[in-house]
């Protein structure tokens, strides 16, 4: 039990450097690292561990200057979703969705207190936010896609940190 704890949070550290890392890495309108590690978070360590990633990411990224308040509600409320959904019906394609439904709808609604009354932005509307972040996720999605794809190919989920029976298409 205590084993696998830390591995959980060795790769849940893992995550949150690629996160960070990965913010630097954007394309206009687009930055795809944070959903793909919030897919793969929910995918291998479940609902709690993916939001926990997606929160430290988010404050990490802000206190090097990297992101915005707005990384709050886009990252952890897609994990939360992706890993709710794959939790209890085990099957990547609903991660998948719960990660865009998650980040773009519910995130990008949540975002406009936090910028209207924590960013200062009093003329922004609550709908303003979800297709960019729509955009962002649906370039982490399809990244998430492809690399998950290419490691069960592969069968690296066949011994990974005993998650074998958990991961299914």
Not at 22 to 48: E, R
Not at 151 to 160: E, P, Q, R, S, T
Request: glycine share 10%; aromatic share 12%; with cysteine.
């Amino acid at each position: 039990m205590k084993k696998t704890n830390i591995h959980k949070l060795v790769f849940a550290a893992v995550l949150v450097a690629l996160a960070v890392v990965g913010s630097l890495i954007s394309f206009p309108k687009c930055a795809p690292v944070q959903h793909l590690v919030n897919i793969i978070g929910a995918v291998f360590l479940g609902p709690a561990w993916a939001v926990g990633v997606g929160f430290t990411a988010a404050l990490l990224r802000n206190l090097l200057g990297l992101g915005s308040l707005l990384a709050f509600p886009g990252s952890m409320v897609g994990a939360f979703v992706a890993g709710m959904l794959y939790k209890y019906i085990k099957k990547l394609p609903v991660a998948y969705v719960g990660e865009l439904f998650g980040t773009s709808v519910l995130g990008g609604l949540l975002a406009y207190p936090v910028a209207r009354f924590l960013v200062g932005a009093p003329a922004a509307a609550i709908t303003v936010y979800i297709l960019p972040f729509f955009v962002s996720c649906a370039g982490g999605t399809v990244l998430a896609i492809v690399i998950v794809t290419a490691l069960k190919k592969a069968k690296v989920f066949d011994n990974f940190l005993g998650f074998s029976k958990e991961v299914r298409a």
